[in-house]
Nanobody, 122 residues
Framework: QVQLVESGGGLVQAGGSLRLSCTASGRSTLTMTNYVMGWFRQIPGKERDIVAAITWDEGITYLTDSVKGRFTISRDSAKKTTYLQMYRLKPEDTGVYFC????????????WGQGTQVTVSS
């Protein structure tokens, strides 16, 4: 069973920066080949929306339009960890951030972390 653990959330003023981390663990033989890891944001009463994603093998990235130029996503294969680096944060970036994992080609993410709160004050 694969598990994801996020860290790095917190309270920051608008214009500040945060870096979120998500580490995969589980089977001793776990490899990340053919996986896609994504970051989602959820605000109360709304569905989780994808913010960024990265293919593990090639490192191909996706960023939603609202964060382009401000966020970056990367991965450290040896640590089985992805990072969401967030710059020039805005109050509308506030929410609970979840990382999630799926196999390439799968329709949905099927492994989720517990979430980490990001609050951006104005």
């Amino acid at each position: 069973q694969v598990q994801l653990v996020e860290s790095g959330g917190g309270l920051v003023q608008a214009g500040g920066s945060l870096r979120l981390s998500c580490t995969a663990s589980g089977r001793s033989t776990l490899t990340m080949t053919n996986y896609v890891m994504g970051w989602f944001r959820q605000i109360p009463g709304k569905e989780r929306d994808i913010v960024a994603a990265i293919t593990w093998d090639e490192g191909i990235t996706y960023l939603t339009d609202s964060v382009k130029g401000r966020f970056t996503i990367s991965r450290d294969s040896a640590k089985k960890t992805t990072y969401l680096q967030m710059y020039r944060l805005k109050p509308e970036d506030t929410g609970v951030y979840f990382c999630a994992l799926k196999m390439r080609g799968a329709n949905s993410y099927d492994v989720w972390g517990q979430g980490t709160q990001v609050t951006v004050s104005s």
